[in-house]
Nanobody, 117 residues
Framework: QVQFVESGGGLVQPGGSLRLSCAAS????????MRWYRQAPGKERERVAF????????TYADSVKGRFTISRDNPKNTVYLQMNSLKPEDTAVYYC??????????WGQGTQVTVSS
């Protein structure tokens, strides 16, 4: 059973930092690229960051480039998202997923990030 469990969200002031974690199970994690997504209220889910299976390639949405860093620990089946210099517009529920898996079949519950003073 494929499963993604996101954690690490919370309430943070503008300019603050959070580190999100995503524990994956049920598939050969080290063979799959991973991506972080987010969905703000009333908006569609959007791509935030991508990391290749080895971790050697990463890409970011323009809106988070230079502030967010994606990484992974293959022995731990975990992908991370370090978020610095957070802005109110980063407020959303954050999800991870392996884009090569069947679309929309295994979404986790996500983790809420709220950036507010």
């Amino acid at each position: 059973q494929v499963q993604f469990v996101e954690s690490g969200g919370g309430l943070v002031q503008p300019g603050g930092s959070l580190r999100l974690s995503c524990a994956a199970s049920g598939f050969a994690f080290s063979s799959y690229a991973m991506r972080w997504y987010r969905q703000a209220p009333g908006k569609e889910r959007e791509r935030v960051a991508f990391i290749s299976s080895s971790g050697g390639t990463t890409t970011y949405a323009d809106s988070v480039k230079g502030r967010f860093t994606i990484s992974r620990d293959n022995p731990k089946n975990t992908v991370y998202l370090q978020m610095n210099s957070l802005k109110p517009e980063d407020t959303a529920v954050y999800y991870c997923y392996a884009p090569s898996l069947p679309a929309d079949k295994y979404w986790g519950q996500g983790t809420q990030v709220t950036v507010s003073s």
